[in-house]
């Protein structure tokens, strides 16, 4: 179990997660920064990594949930995020009367690309009857709040904090000054098949007379069987020596592949929201990405491009039209400049969770009370 705590004379408030809190994905990312936003408002935050597997949980998840909630003192707060929260509702029922929960959720877990039917049916009642234990469920877009009614969440008990972002410096794209040589295409993500790397793969074969590279930034351990996959279908499609499978970076390394980009694209079949979007638009990076789940809402229209999920066919005509139209790439790269203005950052997240965390909290659906709490 990997814990670290701030004291503080605010309260007590308990973040509980899967595995390593320091990994370098979306969501842990946005928990770590609204963790960090807490504990600078006053807040004794302290984050609890458990050991196990999930979204299935395995015997030591669930020995290390029970432990952990049963160390906690009655009227605690607890934010469980959705990956763990999802699977384990035996575990926190006997909690929920006397802590109080919270649940984060990114995105549904049955919604995750590659589960078979019964894993996604085992995967929905359970979320189900977990997120009936909540007194509130926070969600990251108002794409996924829409999406709780099929679990019974009733619209008193949500809220949506959507991410921020950070400032960060112009691309050197971003200032319509290209520079010779191929366009340079950046794709930030984890090497999972709800990412839609293979489909980047198929849309790119059909474009070997265009000039571009690609530098794919992110995990090859969360899936190895499907990275290896990826990495032959390069080979396979003979686009090896164009795409550089970078694996994560570490936030300089990842500011400087934003830099050196020309046009981000995230060709995922779903996203909860889509983090990387915002933080390429706070560059001056446009965007081709997938109206997948929350990214129909991510995405201001003027400052990139956006297909069908899961069309290789529609990704590749879009990247034509990007890479053959030098006023196309003009307008995008405004529209993205334009878009930056309007991002929230990362203070006002925070301020926002505290909001949702400080109201009055709504029964849980599990105890049969009526609440006529005003939904956001």
Do not use: N
């Amino acid at each position: 179990m990997v814990s670290a705590a701030v004291t503080s004379p605010a309260g007590t408030l308990t973040l509980i997660v899967a595995g390593d809190p320091g990994q370098l994905t979306g969501g842990y990312i946005y928990d770590a920064r609204i963790v960090s936003v807490l504990r600078a408002r006053g807040h004794h935050v302290e984050v609890v990594g458990l050991e196990g597997r999930f979204p299935v949980p395995d015997d030591l998840a669930r020995r290390s949930m029970a432990r952990v909630l049963s160390s906690l003192p009655d009227g605690d707060r607890v934010v469980i995020d959705g990956l763990v929260m999802g699977g384990l509702p035996e575990e926190i029922a006997p909690h929920a009367d006397r802590l109080v929960i919270i649940a984060l959720v990114h995105h549904p877990l049955a919604d995750e690309t590659g589960l078979d039917d019964s894993t996604r049916r085992h995967l929905h009642d359970s979320e189900t009857r977990a997120l009936a234990l909540a007194r509130r469920v926070i969600v990251t877009s108002a794409w996924t709040a829409r999406g709780l009614d099929r679990f019974g969440v009733e619209a008193s008990r949500r809220r949506v904090v959507e991410p921020g972002v950070e400032p960060a410096a112009l691309a050197a794209s971003a200032l319509d000054l290209e520079a010779p040589g191929p366009r340079r295409l950046l794709c930030v993500a984890t090497l999972i098949p709800r990412k839609g790397h293979d489909l980047l793969l198929e849309a790119l074969s059909g474009l070997q007379d265009r000039d571009w590279t690609l530098e794919a930034v992110g995990s090859h351990a969360r899936d190895p069987h499907h990275a290896a996959r990826l990495f032959a279908a390069a080979r396979r499609h003979g686009l090896e020596r164009r795409i550089v499978w970078a694996g994560e970076r570490d936030a300089p390394g990842l500011a400087a592949a934003y830099h050196r980009a020309e046009l981000f694209v995230l060709p995922s079949r779903y996203e909860g929201y889509g983090m990387v979007v915002t933080e390429a638009l706070a560059r001056g990076l446009p965007v081709l990405t997938t109206t997948g789940g929350a990214l129909v809402d991510t995405l201001p229209a003027r400052a990139g491009l956006a297909v069908p999920p899961d069309d290789a066919v529609a990704l590749g005509e879009a990247l034509a039209a990007w890479l053959d139209d030098a006023e196309l790439r003009r307008r995008l790269r405004r529209g993205a400049r334009e878009a930056r203005h309007g991002l929230g950052d990362w203070q006002q997240a925070g301020d926002r969770f505290l909001d949702a965390l400080d109201e009055p909290y709504s029964p849980t659906a599990a105890t049969g009370t009526p609440s006529d709490e005003a939904s956001p």
